[in-house]
């Protein structure tokens, strides 16, 4: 017998809300260690379906829980550890059901982005499914609840403004550097990494200003790409320690595993500048600059958790936007737990039915002898006959199967399930 709806959907992870960016990177995962993840989980039976969202401001776990149930999916997550070997416990949120269902509206929608109406958790949710999928980790609940959550994101793109202006995390970072040197004039800057996110800060930099914007990345003709439309100037991967002590603002954003930029090199850099400032904000997780960094004179580093103020400064413009989108996403969460219901419920009915017309086939061949003496016409008026009695019959049940998983009527469901699903003795 299927659950109900309210609790086949679990949530559980970290995020940007609940856990500081040193929790938040010890637990930041690649695509392969995503797969891993998802196969262990099938595999072990901790989760019949699961979804894994690694992203720079959070780790969240999707699931339709396995025989263990949410305790076995909470111990799976109790052997990570944070940054001093401390339990992770107090840093996690659990949702379940409706709460589980709205959450994951609201991430893919921008609503809990640090920064509100960012464009790009969207096309990070949409790469976690891919990734789920392709590891043959979604069923038919979690199948559901994708199609429906990137249908809602849409849906609040296009008819709220919450998107309208496109920040993100990499624009409050270029913005706060404008509080720090309050004109880009004149200044200079180096961006590493050329992904999504280090082009948009390419073009917020020379939308503000900046004089000289210098592009390195792993690809170098990536690199070349992005300083061609930002009229920027490409370099080598390998070279990008030379620019440190030239440049006025160092801008990370890779998926480097571990720091990129170490103490040594800011060191050096400073020493070259005669100890000029010199700006970082490092928006990776796990963190691409050495924390430590913060602690040289001249030397201002800032992580995505210090963007917070940038972006509550943009939050009052947005209140009327995020209000109706939050109205879509609220919406939206009761009708798919309807519909969820409807499908968590269908294997049932499907077994009814098809029980049903066993029995009725059965009660047909145990009058084969009567029916021998009717001809090819009557035969068929006697099978549409049946057919629609086992219709009308099962009519009534059928409405209050479905009545009471739309209404989470557990104990009812049960049995009424059970009524109509067990063999007879």
């Given amino acids: 017998m299927a659950m109900g709806a309210e609790q086949s959907i679990f949530a559980l992870g970290l995020n940007h809300h609940t856990a500081p960016v040193e929790v938040r990177e010890r637990l930041a995962l690649d695509e392969p260690a995503i797969r891993r993840h998802l196969h262990m989980l099938r595999h072990r039976e901790l989760a019949n379906e699961a979804l894994l969202l690694s992203t720079c401001n959070r780790v969240e776990l999707y699931a339709v829980p396995g025989e263990g149930g949410t305790d076995a999916l909470l111990e799976w997550v109790r052997g990570f550890r944070g940054p001093r070997g401390e339990s992770l416990e107090p840093y996690l949120f659990r949702h379940h059901g409706r709460d589980a269902v709205r959450h994951l509206f609201r991430v893919a929608s921008s609503l809990d982005s640090l920064v509100i109406g960012e464009p790009q958790i969207l096309g990070q949710v949409k790469e976690a499914v891919r990734v789920a999928d392709e590891s043959a980790a979604l069923g038919r609940v979690l199948n559901a609840l994708c199609r429906r959550t990137l249908h809602v994101a849409k849906r609040v793109r296009t008819e709220?403004?919450?998107?309208?202006?496109?920040?993100?995390?990499?624009?409050?970072?270029?913005?706060?550097?404008?509080?720090?040197?309050?004109?880009?004039?004149?200044?200079?800057?180096?961006?590493?990494?050329?992904?999504?996110?280090?082009?948009?800060?390419?073009?917020?930099?020379?939308?503000?200003?900046?004089?000289?914007?210098?592009?390195?990345?792993?690809?170098?003709?990536?690199?070349?790409?992005?300083?061609?439309?930002?009229?920027?100037?490409p370099i080598s991967w390998d070279r990008f320690d030379e620019y440190?002590?030239?440049?006025?603002?160092?801008?990370?954003?890779?998926?480097?595993?571990?720091?990129?930029?170490?103490?040594?090199?800011?060191?050096?850099?400073?020493?070259?500048?005669?100890?000029?400032?010199?700006?970082?904000?490092?928006?990776?997780?796990?963190?691409?600059?050495?924390?430590?960094?913060?602690?040289?004179?001249?030397?201002?580093?800032?992580?995505?958790?210090?963007?917070?103020?940038?972006?509550?400064?943009?939050?009052?413009?947005?209140?009327?936007?995020?209000?109706?989108?939050?109205?879509?996403?609220?919406?939206?969460?009761?009708?798919?737990?309807?519909?969820?219901?409807?499908?968590?419920?269908?294997?049932?009915?499907?077994?009814?039915?098809?029980?049903?017309?066993e029995l009725r086939q059965a009660e047909l061949s145990r009058s084969k002898r009567l029916l021998e003496n009717l001809d090819e016409d009557q035969r068929e008026q006697l099978d549409a006959l049946t057919r629609a009695l086992v219709k009308k019959v099962l009519h009534r049940p059928l409405q209050q199967i479905h009545a009471s998983a739309h209404e989470g009527d557990e104990l009812r469901l049960s049995h009424l399930l059970q009524a109509f699903t067990e063999e007879d003795s």
Wanted: glycine share 10%.
């Fill in 244 to 357: 440190l002590a030239r440049v006025d603002i160092v801008i990370a954003a890779t998926g480097s595993p571990k720091p990129i930029v170490d103490l040594a090199m800011v060191r050096t850099a400073l020493r070259k500048r005669r100890y000029r400032p010199i700006f970082l904000v490092d928006l990776s997780v796990p963190r691409n600059i050495d924390p430590r960094v913060d602690d040289l004179d001249s030397a201002y580093l800032f992580n995505v958790d210090h963007l917070r103020q940038v972006v509550d400064q943009g939050l009052a413009s947005r209140e009327s936007a995020r209000d109706r989108a939050e109205e879509v996403v609220e919406r939206e969460a009761a009708r798919f737990l309807k519909a969820l219901a409807r499908i968590e419920v269908g294997p049932s009915i499907g077994v009814i039915t098809r029980r049903a017309e």
């Fill in 160 to 233: 709220t403004d919450i998107g309208r202006k496109r920040v993100g995390v990499g624009n409050a970072g270029v913005d706060l550097a404008l509080q720090i040197f309050g004109s880009l004039d004149g200044r200079r800057a180096l961006l590493l990494g050329a992904g999504e996110m280090g082009t948009q800060v390419a073009h917020a930099l020379r939308s503000g200003g900046l004089d000289e914007l210098v592009v390195a990345n792993r690809t170098f003709e990536r690199a070349v790409e992005v300083a061609s439309v930002e009229g920027g100037t």
